[in-house]
Nanobody
Framework: QVQLAESGGGLVQAGGSLKLSCVGSGRTFSSPARAWFRQAPGKEREFVSFITSTGRSTYYAASVKGRFTISRDNAKDTVYLQMSNLKPEDTAVYYC??????????????????WGQGTQVTVSS
């Protein structure tokens, strides 16, 4: 099992930036990738971004493409999500996830087995 711990959330004005971190421990990086999801109040948890184990390939939800950047530092067992030009609709709890054995698609919640506790991001207008 992989333990994931997110940090870096907070309150920011629209147009501002935040950088989230996800530190892994336990059986880290035996999984091929990491992803970020988010869940707003009253809504389903949705895909945000995905990065392969080497960091060479990244994918983004259409709603964040061009504003968010995912990266990783394997030496520190850490994945980052740099968020820029934040909008009120980005307000959510952001979760880091590690793929499970039933991985099928990078943007499907069911592909992920291990999750962090989440970090709150609030964007004021």
């Amino acid at each position: 099992q992989v333990q994931l711990a997110e940090s870096g959330g907070g309150l920011v004005q629209a147009g501002g930036s935040l950088k989230l971190s996800c530190v892994g421990s336990g059986r880290t990086f035996s999984s091929p990738a990491r992803a970020w999801f988010r869940q707003a109040p009253g809504k389903e948890r949705e895909f945000v971004s995905f990065i392969t184990s080497t960091g060479r390939s990244t994918y983004y939800a259409a709603s964040v493409k061009g504003r968010f950047t995912i990266s990783r530092d394997n030496a520190k067992d850490t994945v980052y999500l740099q968020m820029s030009n934040l909008k009120p609709e980005d307000t959510a709890v952001y979760y880091c996830a590690s793929p499970g054995r039933s991985f099928s698609s990078y943007d499907e919640r069911s592909s992920y087995e291990d999750w962090g506790q989440g970090t709150q991001v609030t964007v004021s207008s």
